[in-house]
């Protein structure tokens, strides 16, 4: 075999063996990809129930109620179209209040309530950190210098 079909073959190997790399690793993230709702898009086109989503929009006033287990919460996301009832277990984000926006990450049960597994509260654009409410302009410049 001459030296030119050697590395002909070595290529196509390569090539191959590249490919299957790339396959595999489409399979395996296949079933970790999670896929972002909003109200009126999953309950158009609802997921598989066993299928893990996120979903996002805004929590609505008024719909945050804790159940008797005390760790339990029961809330509604809207997005100004629709309505998706919420149920959570575990410890919420200080960040989660009425009004504000949320990503719920979970799966959406049969009868229409998304049981979420994880809560991501989100906050405006207006946020500032609860230490540096108090502080002044240049401390706070002061602070945001130190932390580059």
């Known amino acids: 075999m001459k030296a030119k079909h050697q590395r002909l ?34 309950l158009a086109s609802r997921p598989d129930p066993d299928r893990g989503v996120r979903l996002g929009g805004m929590v609505e006033r008024g719909s945050i109620k804790t159940e008797p287990d005390g760790v339990t ?15 959570f277990r575990g410890i919420v984000p200080s960040l989660f209040v009425e009004g504000s926006g949320v990503v719920a990450e979970g799966k959406l049960a049969r009868d229409g309530t998304f049981i979420a597994d994880n809560l991501l509260a989100k906050h405006d654009e207006r ?12 401390q706070a410049r002061q602070v945001v210098a130190e932390t580059k």
């Open 127 to 138: 946020y500032v950190p609860r230490e540096m409410k108090e502080m002044t302009e240049a």
């Open 9 to 42: 073959v070595l290529i196509v190997i390569a090539l191959a063996a590249l490919i299957a790399a790339v396959l595999l690793a489409i399979w395996g993230l296949r079933s970790q990809a999670s896929y972002f709702y909003v109200p009126s898009e999953i």
């Open 73 to 87: 919460i029961a809330f509604v996301v809207q997005d100004g179209k629709a309505r998706v009832p919420v149920r």
